[in-house]
């Protein structure tokens, strides 16, 4: 099995070195095949824009094997060229956007089957924001004010990304939806890997990662391990 890698967005602005370079070291290092995945920008159609910032950005860590993959809508997710990328690849990196649409475009997808067989070969899968959203059980969908049925990877658990900026305010809203569910709080420039001692959960990055569950409130910061269930 693998490795997932959640971050609360911002993940080019600078603040996320160690966590990403921690993920390209998991992925086998510099020369590892890396694939990012822009569908979740394709709604705003900034899908481009989004894969070349992806792109670039891990370059400026060192990575030479860094691809932005045209899988912008449900067609694509089932193309099998794409199919085949994705299934050798060493990391795999979903951008934020829509979370949404990016879950209606992966669901049953033959894309994401291959996502998670990479997963299960070893590789590290996982994303900022909505790329981040999507993997858990359940994720909330601020463009649309609903809560939907997520990914799966990550059980009992939903993740607020932008946790210390607008995040922060679909917490009630969430806790009234989804009672006794753990809610994982990411701050904007902060990630969280399980690749800590016994696959617990590190967080890295400028900020912290806060879980809330029921009328418990935890506050972890970088270097800080953790397990999910609290």
């Not at 993959?69 to 994705?86: C, F, T």
């Not at 506050?219 to 397990?227: E, K, L, N, T, V």
Request: net charge negative; with cysteine; hydrophobic share 40%.
């Amino acid at each position: 099995m693998g490795y997932i890698l959640l971050e609360g967005g911002g993940e080019f602005a600078g603040g996320m070195d160690a966590v990403d370079r921690r993920a390209i070291e998991l992925a086998g290092g510099l020369h590892a095949l890396i694939s990012i995945v822009p569908a979740a920008a394709a709604p705003a159609n900034d899908h481009h824009n989004a894969g070349n910032n992806g792109m670039e950005w891990f370059r400026s860590l060192g990575a030479t094997n860094v691809t932005a993959l045209p899988l912008i809508d449900r067609k694509s997710a089932d193309d099998h060229g794409l199919v085949e990328i994705l299934r050798r690849s060493r990391m795999i990196y979903m951008l934020g956007g829509s979370p949404h649409y990016l879950e209606q475009c992966l669901r049953a997808s033959a894309s994401w089957q291959a996502m998670l067989a990479a997963y299960e070969m070893g590789a590290v899968l996982g994303g900022s924001s909505a790329g981040a959203m999507v993997l858990c059980e359940h994720y909330y969908d601020p463009f649309k004010n609903e809560v939907y049925e997520g990914l799966g990877l990550i059980p009992g658990a939903c993740v607020i990304p932008h946790h210390e900026t607008f995040g922060q305010s679909w917490l009630s809203h969430l806790q009234e939806f989804l009672p006794g569910l753990l809610l994982i709080g990411i701050d904007e420039q902060t990630g969280m890997l399980n690749d800590g001692p016994q696959g617990q959960w590190q967080v890295y990055g400028k900020r912290t990662v806060t879980l809330h569950q029921g009328q418990n409130t935890s506050i972890f910061g970088p270097g800080r391990c953790f397990d999910l269930a609290g």
